[in-house]
């Protein structure tokens, strides 16, 4: 079986099936596609589904055109059913793995997958799970219910963990030019796991086991995210002390060796970084160690809508305004620059927290031109264009994210009092507050 495999790797006939079509697999899909392999997409959403197949991209920074080589080719199609995954013969799943009410891992959609697609999977394929999970999820999920059809790991089917690195809107990196680490449950997985993702990848790094890929992927997030947090910390103490975060940070970082700069902001956004740590927290208390790290930058970064909500009132308080009442308009709704997700993003959180407190809001994203339908938060807004005119009618401007495409110069001229929570304005100005 392996060797049928790794022929049809090396010779591009093999098929690949991309399950969950969104900012990870869609990329990933493309991605095999242009290096002449065959792909399927697959998803529960059937207007993506279409989307796809019309060569119409739905993320602003994946431009249709890519998609639309892809599909003219043939080489990429799209599909909602699942028995079609008997024709693949690498299944990649890149589904949500998001936390629960009491924000525990939830797992029910990598269990959706593997349930829906379980009578379809034959021998000789190679399962790959992409999302991002704590340490033993591939073995305790998908390892028992793939051998409870009657095949052997690593002789019937071959089975891998290898996290997804994308990062949305980074002109430096695109999927292909990212490092990607693999784990496999037995050196035959690994084997077949390294010739599939080296035919799209650069640089694949092999690892020991699937568990340890999984935690490799949870470092480097929960490295993030505590970096995030302690910058945030230093952001608060030099505030106190009148001392400029941005001009220590840059100077910081001229250190050659031994210093990664991260920057301070609204707080954390996005679906991974403040999601991801805390499935390490929820399967470390099996191990009876608990995560002091990521419990307390999770505690500092949620901290920091809050902090930002203070710089506003003692704006507006200096301006003898109340923020009651007051136009106040966030820049940049997306959780970072030059994208159009707004999953978790602190800008929304900013919004819910000035609105209770009476604000009048608004919004302005170049990416994100309707507030979109999310789970905890509402708000019938569109975004508002930066003009002259109606920048003058806001009492505050919070600069949220810092899009390139936005007028900052326009912003600076016609605002009476800006809240600049990325460092846009690196000089001192009187209507500025650095937050
Ligand atoms: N977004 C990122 O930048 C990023 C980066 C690295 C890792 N990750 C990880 O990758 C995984 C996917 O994240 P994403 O951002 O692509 O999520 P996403 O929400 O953009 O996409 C997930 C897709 O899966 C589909 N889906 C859900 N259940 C399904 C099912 N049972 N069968 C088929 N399709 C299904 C959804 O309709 C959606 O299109 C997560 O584990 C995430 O933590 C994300």
């Known amino acids: ?171 430096n990196f695109s999927t292909s ?28 790094i092999p690892l020991s086991s699937t568990k340890a890929a999984e935690l490799t992927k949870l470092l480097e997030n929960i490295y993030r995210s505590v970096n995030i947090g302690l910058v945030n910390e230093m952001k608060m103490i030099a505030d106190k002390m009148e001392i400029d975060i941005w001009e220590v940070i840059d100077a910081a970082a001229t250190k050659p060796f031994g210093f990664t700069p991260f ?29 002091k790290f990521i ?26 305004r109340s923020l009651k009442n007051s136009n106040v308009l966030v820049i940049g709704l997306a959780y970072k620059k030059n994208i159009d997700d707004v999953r978790e993003s602190p800008s929304v959180e900013l919004m819910e927290q000035l609105r209770k407190k009476g604000a009048n809001i608004f919004y302005s994203d170049p990416y994100v031109p309707h507030f979109p339908k999310m789970r905890d938060y509402k708000f019938d807004l569109s975004s508002l264009d930066i003009t002259k005119e109606n920048l003058t009618l806001m009492d505050c401007v919070i600069i949220s994210t810092n899009h390139d495409d936005v007028d900052y110069d326009l912003i600076l001229k016609h605002s009476k009092l800006i809240v600049d929570t990325r460092g846009v304005y690196r000089k001192n100005y009187m209507n500025v507050i650095k937050a």
């Open 177 to 204: 030019t990212i490092p990607k680490v693999v784990g496999g449950t037995t050196k035959s997985c690994l084997d077949v796991g390294v010739a599939l993702y080296g035919n799209i990848i650069e640089k694949v």
């Open 1 to 171: 079986m392996k060797d049928v495999l790794l022929q049809k790797i090396e010779n591009r006939s093999i098929v690949v099936g991309v399950i969950g079509m969104g900012y990870v697999g869609l990329p990933l899909a493309i991605a095999f596609a242009r290096s002449g392999i065959k792909v399927v997409g697959f998803d529960i959403d059937p207007d993506k589904i279409q989307k796809i197949n019309s060569g119409i991209s739905y993320f602003k920074h994946i431009p249709s055109k890519l998609l639309k080589e892809a599909t003219n080719e043939n080489k990429l199609t799209a599909s909602t059913d699942f028995a079609d995954i008997r024709y693949v013969d690498a299944v990649i799943m890149c589904v949500p793995t998001p936390l629960n009410q009491f924000r525990e891992p939830d797992l029910s959609y990598v269990i959706n997958t593997i349930q829906s697609i379980l009578p379809y999977i034959r021998s000789g394929q190679v399962v790959s799970l992409e999302s991002t999970t704590y340490p033993g999820t591939t073995e305790e999920e998908l390892l028992t219910r793939i051998e409870s059809r009657g095949f052997k790991v690593g002789e019937d089917f071959f089975l891998i963990y290898s996290p997804e690195r994308e990062d949305p809107g980074n002109p």
């Open 295 to 320: 419990e307390l930058s999770g505690e500092i970064n949620t901290k920091m809508p809050e902090w930002v909500v203070q710089k506003v009132i003692d704006g507006l308080n200096d301006n003898e």
């Open 263 to 291: 920057y301070p902001g609204p707080g954390l956004g996005g679906h991974c970084i403040p999601i991801d740590p805390f499935y390490l927290t929820w399967k470390a208390k099996e191990y009876g160690i608990s995560t």
